[in-house]
């Protein structure tokens, strides 16, 4: 099966379950557009265009659902996963992930944002948008990690944080305002992976490191390339237009100099062979921790600093 | 979720065109109460409803003149302009977005960062302009607002930062979302260094503004009514599809869930900043 072919099915089943739900009308026009969406990636595959894949496609592709989730990556590339749960000021929240590992013999923490496979796990999981107590939650287990000089992995694949009345009331906000400012303190070495969707503030709310790396076919982006047609089309038709536009795929960010490197997916994708993507990541960022453990820590923060500094062009 | 969001459809119902006519210039409906307010009392009370204490929202140059000793402030970085790195082209195009933006507001990005006094103690201060592409947080934004941070910190000179802004801006991609990180960052170095660091937060602040610098203050008060929220209300709406309790994420609903120091009247903001940075002093030696 093709990634294209996959892209459809993905899609597909994504319509269904779309169908599902209660009526409305943003979900009628949203509909249109995964349909129409749907109509180009076919045309796509009957002329059998084989051209790199744009914005568009790596954001399905970023979004498949047998793309490697945080918990698979965690099981494929550490030994002895220890989950640690709780904000201790509220609740715990399922669509974060955090917890000790062994990775190489060595104790590390990592944290990440966990989608569900299946319709149960995708309401378990929140879809991986993680509410207030989960920022909360991975900023309380990186300073426990900080405190015992353990190295900080963090895993990104969300579509952003969750927008809710109680997310509001909790200081959905806040909670991420917080972590940026306190990641940048962090004294261990850190090293972001942008696993799949690299959804907005959500995103970000674990994102600030050492070294921030991408999978080939992820995604970073300010806004969901659908929301960024409604807002500036005022329509669902242009989520295309905009994904090119927001220049959101791997290459782009690197091109940007926002992140520090891409790394490579087996031939066919991500989602054709987890262990392969865990075993190309693990050198990634076996080679990235070994380079940041020869810098002192207050080095590694001042340089982290100076990373962030520079972004932005104008 | 959605940082910028352009307002529409919440205009209150317009007079007729007739009365509209006569009154043009001189009296408004107001927003809050609906009563007929005389322009010129607004102007003499800050742009706030006589009848009412309705705020209206006021450009970031009217802010600094009402906040600082005599008006008179030193403008930094003024001529800091967007590149269009990503070269942006939706129903039209970021650049000539920009351009018509400059031309209606007199003003060439969405923070205007300045030095000045405030009750004779030197200030840094960041006023974002909300008329500006809504306040979004561009590349320029983001580098004004950490200048402002670095420059209280080497001067060891209280920063207060006034936030009005739809989130980051769409038109620059992710290098927008990435200034969320670069100024948080740099205020993890102001923390560190003991300078006092006051946000004020007006309507509206949403999106990666509040979900950054304006949420990281000393002190994080705002404006009576002030819209605040990480998502915009019709983002709430359109996911969670029920209509939002009244007065939800309005500075008085987040002084109450515990997200904000204070709800301070315009009239008084002056002297509240004056007041609060008696208490949150520059340690010295
Ligand atoms: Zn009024």
Redesign the pocket.
């Known amino acids: 099966m093709s990634d294209l072919e996959r892209s459809i099915a993905d899609l597909k089943e994504r319509i269904e379950e779309f169908q599902a739900l209660p009526p409305s009308q943003d979900q009628q026009a949203e509909l249109r557009g995964m349909r129409q969406t749907l109509e180009q990636l076919r045309r796509r595959v009957d002329t059998n265009q084989q051209k790199p894949l744009d914005a568009w496609e790596r954001t399905l592709l970023a979004r498949h659902d047998q793309r490697p989730y945080t918990l698979d990556m965690i099981n494929l590339i550490f030994r002895n996963f220890s989950e640690i749960h709780g904000d201790r000021r509220y609740r715990d929240d399922p669509a974060m992930i955090c917890g000790f590992a062994m990775f190489d013999g060595k104790p590390i923490v990592v944290v990440g944002q966990q989608k569900g496979r299946n319709m149960k796990q995708r309401i378990f999981r929140n879809y991986g948008m993680p509410k207030p107590e989960g920022y909360r939650k991975a900023i309380r287990v990186m300073k426990l990690g900080d405190k015992f000089g353990l190295p900080i992995l963090t895993l990104i694949d969300t579509p952003g944080a969750y927008p809710g009345i109680g997310a509001e009331e909790r200081g959905q906000a806040e909670a991420i305002a917080y972590n940026l400012r306190e990641m940048a303190k962090l004294s261990v070495p850190v090293i972001i992976t942008v696993l799949g969707e690299g959804g907005s503030g959500g995103a970000l709310g674990i994102g600030v490191g050492d070294r921030v790396l991408m999978l080939e076919n992820a995604t970073y982006s300010v806004i969901t390339p659908e929301s960024c047609s409604a807002i500036l089309w005022k329509d669902q038709l242009h989520a295309r237009e905009a994904a090119n536009g927001l220049r959101l795929s791997a290459q782009d960010l690197l091109d940007l100099q926002l992140i520090d490197e891409i790394v490579m997916e087996p031939c066919g994708g991500a989602h054709t062979n987890h262990q392969e993507t865990a075993n190309i990541l693990a050198d990634r960022l076996r080679f990235h921790l070994a380079e940041l453990e020869k810098t002192s820590p207050q080095e590694r923060t001042n340089l982290r600093y100076e990373k962030f500094r520079r972004m932005g062009a104008y | 979720m959605t940082w910028f969001r352009k307002e529409k459809g919440i205009q209150n119902p317009t007079p007729s065109e007739e009365r509209r006519v006569k009154t043009e210039g001189l009296f408004l409906k ?6 007929i ?1 005389w322009k010129k009392d607004l102007e003499t009370n800050l742009q706030v ?6 705020h209206y929202r006021i450009s970031a140059r009217q802010r600094l003149q009402w906040l600082l000793d005599n008006g008179c402030y030193e403008e930094l970085d003024a001529d800091m302009r967007s590149s269009d790195p990503l070269h942006f082209v939706d129903t039209k195009s970021y650049r000539d977005r920009l351009a018509v933006t400059e031309q209606q507001t007199g003003e060439k990005e969405a923070v205007i960062h300045v030095r000045g006094r405030l009750g004779e103690m030197p200030i840094v201060v960041a006023a974002m302009e909300y008329s500006f592409i809504g306040g979004s947080m561009g590349s320029v934004v983001g580098e004004k607002i950490t200048r402002a941070i670095e420059t209280a910190r080497a001067q060891r000179w209280p920063l207060v930062i006034i936030a009005a802004s739809g989130g980051a801006r769409m038109m620059e991609g992710a290098l927008s979302l990435m200034q969320m990180a670069k100024i948080s960052a740099s205020l993890a170095f102001l923390d560190q260094s003991a300078v006092p660091y006051i946000s004020v937060l007006t309507d509206p602040t949403t999106g990666g503004v509040t979900a950054s610098f304006a949420m990281l203050g000393d002190l994080n008060i705002a404006e009576p009514k002030a819209l605040i929220g990480f998502a915009g209300p019709r983002v709430i709406e359109q996911t969670i599809r029920q209509k939002l309790p009244q007065g939800f994420q309005r500075a008085e609903f987040l002084l109450e869930h515990g997200m904000l120091d204070a709800v301070v009247p315009r009239k008084e903001m002056r002297d509240y900043l004056i007041q609060a940075l008696k208490f949150l002093r520059v340690r010295t030696g």
């Open positions: 107001c927003e809050g109460c609906k009563a307010v409803c006589p009848k009412c204490g309705h």
